[in-house]
C-alpha cells in the first residue's frame, strides 16, 4: 500500500483508492509506480476478477499529473534533461497502455474533477473497461491552458468521440459534465452520488460473474436523470463539426469569427486564452494520429513532450495557473497569428531511433 493509492480486495474485486485530496490526486511518479505494481500484480492473480478505481473524496477523482512537480523540476535542470520528467511521462504512459489492454474489467469511477493524466488511468482501457460518472463530474483535457497538449493517450481517445467533439475538447480545453461525457463516448453510465453506497454494497456482495453488467443494471435506474440533464455538446455539435473540421488554427477561429452565434463568441474568448501555439500542435497531434493504435499514440505523445518541456510553454503556463497564480501567462508566440506550420513541425520530429524509444516496447 502505498501513502496515496490504497488498495483493498473485497469479493474477488480489486478496490484502488486514490487519496492524496489536498493536491486533487494529483498523480506523483511515486503513484504511478505504485498503480502499475498493484495492476501487474493483479493481473496475473487469478482470485481476483475485477479492478474499480475511485477517490476517497468527491471533490476529484484525479485532477491530472502534478504540474508544480513538472515545474519544479523543470526550473531546476536544463529544459528537457531531467532524468525524473523522463521517468514521469514514460511510465505515466506505460501505465495508461497497460490499463488498455487490461485484461479483466477495468472499472472507473470519476466522480469530481477528472482531467489530464486523471482521464489517461479512466479512458485507458478497450474492451474491458467500464466509465462511471456522476453530477459532481468535471471532466477536460485541458493541457492547453498549461502550455502542454492532450497526452496520456488524448490522441487516441479524443479521436474516438463523435465527430469533431474531440478536436473541439482538445483545442479549447472545454470542461463538461456527465451527459455531455456519455454523448462524447467519454463515459458509459450515469450514477448519482447519493446512490454510490449501494453501488458499492452490490459491488461487496454480487456472486455474478460479470462486474460491469451488474453495474450498467444498477445504473439504469438513473438513465432518466442523466437524460434529463441536456447535453450542450449534443446541442452545438453541427456547430462544432462545423468549425472545427479545419486543419490549422488560423481557419478555426476564422469560421468562429465568420458566425454570429453565442456558442462561436464563446469559443474565441476560451480560445484566446490558451497557448497559440499548443492549440496549433495539438489540433496536429490529433490529425496525425487519427486510425493510429494506442502504442503509437504515446509514442508520439512522449516525442512531443520531450519538445514541449525544451521550448519551455508549459512551465510557464504553470508558473501563470499555480506558481505565480498571476493568470498571466506570456506565451511564445503570443499570438495564433504568428504561429506557423514549421514552428508546430518541431514538435513531432524524432528524438530517438526507433529501436531506443523510452516506449519501443508497447505494442
Known amino acids: 500500500m502505498h501513502s496515496y493509492v490504497h488498495t483493498e480486495v473485497i469479493n474477488q474485486i480489486g478496490f484502488i483508492t486514490l487519496d492524496r485530496p489536498k493536491s486533487l490526486n494529483s498523480l506523483s511518479l511515486e503513484m504511478v509506480r505504485a498503480l502499475s505494481a498493484i495492476l501487474y500484480e493483479w493481473r496475473d492473480n487469478s482470485t481476483i476478477k475485477a479492478v474499480f478505481i475511485c477517490s476517497s473524496s468527491e471533490k476529484a477523482f484525479c485532477a491530472g499529473g502534478d504540474i508544480r512537480f513538472f515545474y519544479d523540476v523543470g526550473t531546476q535542470t536544463p529544459m528537457g ?21 487490461y485484461p479483466k474489467p477495468y472499472i472507473a469511477l470519476m466522480n469530481g474533477v477528472v482531467m489530464g493524466g486523471g482521464m489517461g488511468i479512466a479512458q485507458a482501457g478497450i474492451a ?68 454510490l453506497p449501494g453501488l458499492y454494497d452490490l459491488l461487496k456482495e454480487t456472486q455474478a460473474d460479470d462486474v460491469r453488467a451488474v453495474i450498467r443494471n444498477f445504473a439504469a435506474q438513473f438513465a432518466t436523470d442523466n437524460a434529463a440533464q441536456t447535453s450542450q455538446l449534443a446541442r452545438n455539435k453541427e456547430a462544432i463539426d462545423r468549425h ?14 465568420a458566425s454570429n452565434t453565442a456558442f462561436a463568441e464563446s469559443c474565441i474568448t476560451t480560445m484566446q486564452k490558451r497557448s497559440p501555439l499548443m492549440m496549433a500542435v495539438t489540433l496536429e497531434q490529433l490529425r496525425r494520429c487519427q486510425g493510429l493504435t494506442v502504442a503509437e499514440c504515446l509514442r508520439i505523445e512522449r516525442t512531443m513532450v520531450r519538445h514541449c518541456f525544451k521550448h519551455g510553454e508549459v512551465l510557464e503556463g504553470v508558473r ?20 506557423n506550420g514549421a514552428m508546430v513541425n518541431t514538435f513531432f520530429e524524432r528524438v530517438w531511433p526507433d529501436y531506443a524509444h523510452p516506449l519501443a516496447a508497447l505494442n
Open 81 to 101: 534533461d531531467s532524468a525524473l520528467l523522463e521517468d514521469f511521462f514514460t511510465e505515466e504512459y506505460a501505465l495508461n497502455h497497460l490499463i488498455h489492454f
Open 128 to 195: 474491458a473497461r467500464l466509465r462511471i460518472v456522476t453530477e459532481r463530474t468535471k471532466m477536460a483535457m485541458p493541457e492547453v491552458n498549461i502550455g502542454l497538449f492532450p497526452d496520456v493517450g488524448g490522441s487516441f481517445f479524443l479521436n474516438q468521440t463523435p465527430g469533431q467533439i474531440g478536436t473541439y475538447l482538445g483545442v479549447t480545453g472545454d470542461v463538461i459534465g456527465a451527459a455531455d461525457a456519455i454523448f462524447a463516448n467519454l463515459a458509459d453510465v450515469y450514477i448519482p452520488t447519493v446512490a
Open 244 to 257: 472545427f473540421h479545419a486543419n490549422t488554427i488560423h481557419e478555426i477561429l476564422a469560421s468562429l469569427a
Open 320 to 339: 501563470a495557473l499555480v506558481v505565480d497564480k498571476d493568470n498571466q501567462p506570456q506565451w511564445s508566440p503570443n499570438t495564433v497569428e504568428e504561429v
